[in-house]
């Protein structure tokens, strides 16, 4: 059944995706509303997106529940539901720096089984399966994704962002000081979801971000957890207030870090 609703978000995700790039202008993106901050932005195409995508899966699945970015939740009776980020990036999107993505999961009882997400201007794809592993597509073929052994957490290159609002942002400004003379370097691309895949394909070593709803994390980090990445929160498992993910061999000392860091 996974796999199958593995195929669904696959072939929602890849229509969203077609759909936003060909509807999106040239030049910089109107925004049509904000959400936590005046910074945080949506788009009428965000909006378009969402229902398209929420279209398509209660045509194929009409008693699955449904949660989204752009809110309308639905509470289903399958025990199936799908959390979407119909544009991640959307800030990106609004700018046309191709860092922007289409992310589609799949929870069963609660727990996020499958995933899969693309990046809307190259078409790059990820998809993962709840205990089979997790690749990035070439066509239909899969090419299965271990994250590599970082030598320290003193050379780790480390994904991150920066929350929309303004008091949180400041804090992890405060914390930063701390932190970045600890690490390589860190980089800041804007998606979340992509850069969770990114850290699955070994383009970074850790990770750290405050402020992910669970349309943020569920399909990529599905995605890193079955690349054999730890994933964890400051006290418990990865949610909102953080979420920090490493490989196993730097794990232990990479949280600390964060958490000493006063994040």
Known sequence: MTEQLLTLAREVGREAAAFVAGRRPSGRVDIASTKS??????????????????????????????????????????????????????????????????????????????????????????????????????????????????????????????????????????????????????????SAALDLCGLAEGWYDAYLEQGLKPWDLAAGGLIAAESGLLLSGLDGGPNERMVMAAHPAIAEEYFALVRACGF
């Open 37 to 190: 901050s005046p910074t945080d932005v949506v788009t009428e195409i965000d909006e378009a997106s969402e229902q398209l995508i929420r279209e398509r899966i209660f045509a194929a699945r009409p008693d699955d529940g449904f949660v989204g970015e752009e809110g309308n939740d639905v509470i289903g009776t399958s025990g199936v539901d799908w959390v979407v980020d119909p544009i991640d990036g959307t800030v990106n999107f609004v700018y046309g720096i191709p860092s922007y993505a289409v992310s589609i999961a799949a929870r069963q009882d609660g727990e996020v089984v499958a995933g899969h997400v693309i990046n809307i201007a190259s078409g790059a794809e990820w998809g993962s399966v709840r205990g089979a592993g997790a690749w990035c597509y070439d066509g239909d073929e899969r090419r299965m994704l271990s994250a590599p052994r970082p030598e320290s957490v003193a050379h780790a290159l480390v994904a991150t962002g920066f929350n929309y609002v303004p008091e949180i942002r400041t804090a992890q400004a405060a914390a930063m000081p701390t932190f970045l003379p600890q690490v390589r370097d860190i980089r800041r691309i804007g």
